[in-house]
């Protein structure tokens, strides 16, 4: 059955792959699964059509015959449960793997997302300067117990999961930041993510619609 995605017509990294459709991509490269790519432009998106799909009027969606999801968690963990490559077959492994889906979306995402809100929204704000020291502490809390975690390992749990796949995917959203770069372990975990073929093709497809015409 064919998979369909949406994804920005014009994406605001410029194709930096931090959009959210570059996690969607890289899962299905990972599980060897071909799938289209819908482009949607910010007013569409907004509309009925798109709204159908998604509720909240975001990218990406997936289409998978009658099935329509959104959410990346969502649709990652569909793909992954659906076909071999991204959850181990150990139930407790797998048990685990899905957590650290979670634990990227639910606890490292959001302080990650705090400071973009913190920098696009409130920027300009007299506190602005203030706050922001607070937003980017709580972000390396985060990275520090994370660390703790990781150790010297190469994946969070054994084997290369859809843990790690969206944890990646969550911490590249820090890599202009520099702080990152503080934390050199995980920077190299974010590298090794970056290296896989899967991640590679997945990137350069949504390079491919966001580059700028040449000339
Ligand atoms: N929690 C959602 C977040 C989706 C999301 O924020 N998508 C962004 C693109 S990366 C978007 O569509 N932004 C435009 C908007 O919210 O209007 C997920 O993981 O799928």
New binding site residues.
Partial sequence: MTITITA?ERSPDGGRGL??DTRVRWALEEVGQPYKVRLVS?EA?KEPAHLALHP?????TYEEGDLAL????AIIFHIANHHAGLLPDDANARARAITWMFAA?NTVEPPILERESARLLEGDKPWSKERMPLVEDRIRNRLNQLFDHLGDADWLDGAFSAGDLMMVSVLLRLKSSGILDEFPDLAAYVSRGEARPAYQRAFAAQLAVNKPPAG
Avoid: K, S
């Fill in positions: 920005f959009a959210r910010f998106m909240f009027g975001q990218i990406p959104f959410e990346t968690g979306l």
